[in-house]
């Protein structure tokens, strides 16, 4: 263990229980060691704790430390963006950057997870962002209220680990595998429309949305989203981010997900 | 030849789930979308044995195509 880390773990030690840091104790050492929680919770991992909201991840330490000192780029903050950064938010992961210029409209209610009758109008990325700080303090957020088309966009990505697909239109998402390309970052494809939900895990040489979407015009899809459609496809991203930080992706992960749940039609292949 | 046409989400709808197809050597996939009546600006996802194909590509004996609704986001 390094030197500097002594008199924390020495601090922490007989707080913990069994490997556990409580938020209460964890203030204690942020007052003791005049430190901000994000801070905190990085020693406690480093120490070889974990604190104590991340007991039921029942990861490791080594694995939390891995979503801790990762960063997450997720490209839109519509139905799929806000539930996947709050699954990352309470999973643990240390940094997440959002791309998004809309405001909440009253049809997004039905299914957007920070969408609120009172928020009407607001920015969704700033929204949401007020809302992630409430469920993990520890979390740094990169908001932006632009498209990813914007200039800022390039300097982002190049500082993120993974990159997430929750767009809602194809010109931006053939420009968001085509940036993953030349960044040489893991792209999380997903699409949602009405019962069904699609994900693909595309590796950095890869051009499956290229490949798939280039040849079908630019028509206009009948928008049709359904609330539990955003969860199970918000789920599979999310364990996908977590298999991929923790270095536990394996071939298999990188299948075409299609679920259909009108019909029940659960396809992996 | 014979392959294999399967359906997805709502392209099953009045049509089927899984269906076998007697077809002439030189059939593409646009083909079997224009007999089926499906709009290839509808399709998401064209796969054949699991890969992707383009709707010009020249079906083979026991091909499998599978065909998915276009998503979208948000």
Known sequence: ?269 | MEIEVKLFAGFRKGRFVKEVFKIDEGVSVSDILARLEINEEDTGIIFVNGRHAKPEYILCDLDVLSVFPVVGGG
């Not at chain 1, 929750?166 to 420009?175: G, I, K, P, V, Y």
């Not at chain 1, 298999?252 to 659960?266: A, S």
């Open chain 1, 1 to 269: 263990m390094d030197n500097n880390l002594k008199p924390v773990f020495s601090f922490i030690e007989p707080l913990s229980l069994n490997g556990f840091v409580s938020i209460n104790n964890q203030k204690r050492l942020e007052e003791k060691f005049l430190l901000n929680r994000r801070r905190s919770e990085e020693l406690i991992l480093s120490c070889g704790f974990i604190p104590e909201r991340y007991k039921r991840n029942n990861l490791g330490v080594k694995k939390q430390k891995s979503l801790f000192d990762s960063t997450i780029l997720i490209a839109g903050c519509g139905a799929t963006g806000q539930s996947v950064s709050s699954l990352l938010a309470r999973l643990g992961f240390g940094k997440i950057i959002l791309f998004d210029p809309d405001n909440f409209e009253e049809s997004n209610l039905n299914r957007q997870a920070f969408s609120f009758e009172i928020n009407i109008g607001y920015n969704k990325s700033f929204e949401t962002k007020k809302y992630l700080n409430q469920i993990n303090s520890s979390l740094i957020l990169d908001v932006l209220d632009k498209t990813i088309e914007s200039e800022e966009f390039e300097e982002k990505i190049k500082k993120s680990d993974l990159v997430i697909d929750a767009l809602d239109n194809f010109e931006s998402r053939l420009f968001l595998e085509k940036e993953c390309r030349k960044n040489n970052k893991i792209l999380i494809h997903s699409g949602i429309s009405g019962w069904c939900c699609q994900v693909k895990v595309i590796m950095p040489k890869d051009d499956f949305l290229k490949k798939s979407l280039t040849n079908r015009g630019n028509k206009k899809i009948v928008e049709s989203n359904l609330s539990f459609a955003v969860n199970i496809l918000s789920g599979i991203i999310s364990s996908l981010a977590v298999k991929i930080v923790t270095d536990n992706f394996t071939e298999n992960d990188k299948k075409f997900y299609f679920f259909d749940l009108e019909n029940n039609d659960f396809i992996v292949q």
